[in-house]
């Protein structure tokens, strides 16, 4: 370390190392630690107190370029401006700056254990889904979503079944390559971990851009107590500096439980570059502050009453997507026993096929039938909490519900306090007599 020539402090060094150390995401504790120093150290450099040893310098900016803290095609002119503000007696030594910057330069921070590390992710994640059928143009509801794009959010909300994701897939898939970039990700419950959700978000982002997170990915496997909040302001500052558009789509985000995931998410919004758009398919509203993002105008949302199925396209998904025969007086009964419930739609087209008289299937269609009991219970039954599992079978047998009757039906009382929980309350289509 150096101790500074003036009397006074050198203010003009000190803010450009607070400049540095901000658009690399980090703690003045963390920077300490990747330069092998300590914390104080790093503090009175900000201070503009003391200067770095030419040694600690070129760790510094090795740094600074793997975490992308330079301006994108300004970078040698930062680091030489950076090195002469510093007070080195010697001079910067332009073969070693020519080799830091040389875009195919492998990253001095990126050892042969990050690509393995990398590798235990589950790749299928990042694929947008494939249609089983062929898909019916849905022109309202993607001019919904192209349009939403100039927002921060769009929340795709409905309960299973609804066709959402065979929606955002045929929609991003129709959008011009690169125009946005898409990522995509299919969560899962092994996603509430913070820092693994976030892996799998980066990557995606990295994935349609190549580099454009790859010395994120490095950082957070090189420091796994790394604090996501300094992560998710790394992230941006690459973001900003971006002139192309991303959109990131997580998929079956009802799956997240975590309030810390939650947290990170909203605190991601709050600061969301304009280069980025969230979209978040849900079979329930996420905890992400959505009444202050619809007084800023800032979210759009899709929900069940949009998602259902118009006899218009009703028709065209029995008559093209499943090459099943209805009259109109047919599409009719349908629209009215599934309430334009897709699944439905489906596996009542399924039912229909190889029948001459679909007439009489649909008029003793209901809850019951095999192909959409089966769904209900795997899709909609068994994702709810063993409590409430418990609760919709023990209580099924009601013509109609209040609170004292499914008290008396379970033998305890205040159950009926605990399904009205957040998270708890499920709508199921009406499939039945």
């Known amino acids: 370390m150096k101790i ?20 690399m995401g980090l703690t003045q504790a963390s920077l300490a630690q990747q330069l092998g120093i300590s914390r104080r150290a790093v503090s009175t450099w900000e201070l503009g107190s003391n200067y770095p040893a030419a040694a600690h310098l070129k760790q510094l900016i090795v740094l600074g370029v793997e975490l992308r803290a330079f301006t994108a095609g300004r970078e040698e002119e930062e ?56 898909l019916i143009p849905r022109p309202r509801l993607t001019a919904q979503l192209s349009a939403s794009l100039q927002h921060k959010l ?36 092994g996603d509430n971990d913070p820092l693994r959700f976030w892996e799998y978000a980066l990557t995606a982002l990295d994935n349609c851009k190549p580099g454009l997170c790859t010395f994120l990915l490095t950082f957070l496997h090189m420091e796994p107590s790394l604090s996501v909040r300094y992560l998710l302001n790394a992230l941006i500052n690459a973001l900003v500096k971006q002139t192309e558009q991303f959109l990131l789509v997580l998929d079956d985000y009802h799956v997240i439980t975590q309030p810390q995931v939650h ?49 218009e396209e009703a028709l065209a998904f029995f008559t093209r997507a499943m090459r099943v025969t209805l009259t109109i007086e047919e599409i009719r009964k349908v629209e009215v026993r599934t309430e334009g419930w897709i699944a439905g739609l ?75 929980m957040p998270g708890y309350c499920t709508w199921w289509p009406r499939t039945g007599r």
């Open 79 to 134: 680091i030489r401006a950076l090195w002469h503000a510093a007070h080195q007696k010697v001079l910067l030594d332009r073969h070693w700056l020519s080799d830091l910057l040389r875009p195919e330069q492998p990253s001095p921070l990126a050892p042969q254990e990050s690509v393995l590390f990398r590798e235990q992710l589950l790749t299928t994640k990042f694929f947008i889904p494939s249609p089983s059928h062929a």
């Open 263 to 311: 947290g990170s998410l909203t605190y991601l919004l709050e600061h969301l570059p304009p280069q980025l758009h969230l979209i978040l398919a849900t079979r329930a509203d996420p905890p992400l502050s959505l009444s202050r993002l619809r007084a800023r105008e800032q979210v759009v949302e899709v929900r069940t009453e949009q998602l259902r199925c118009t006899s």
């Open 4 to 23: 500074s020539l003036y009397g006074e402090r050198d203010y003009a060094f000190g803010q450009l190392m607070l400049t540095l150390r901000t658009q």
């Open 346 to 420: 489906q596996l009542l087209a399924l039912s229909l096929r190889g029948r001459t008289d679909p007439s009489a299937l649909l008029a003793e269609v209901h809850g019951t039938h095999r192909y959409i009991l089966d769904y209900l219970t795997d899709e909609v039954l068994r994702q709810q909490p063993a409590a409430l599992q418990t609760f919709l079978l023990r209580t099924s047998i009601l013509e109609r519900l209040c609170a004292p009757l499914c008290d008396r039906v379970m033998g305890q009382s205040g159950l009926v306090c605990a399904w009205r």
């Open 154 to 189: 769009t929340i795709t909300s409905a309960p299973a079944g609804f066709g959402k994701t065979t929606l955002l897939s045929a929609w991003v898939q129709s959008l011009p390559p690169g125009n946005p970039y898409v990522a995509w990700v299919s969560l899962d419950e």
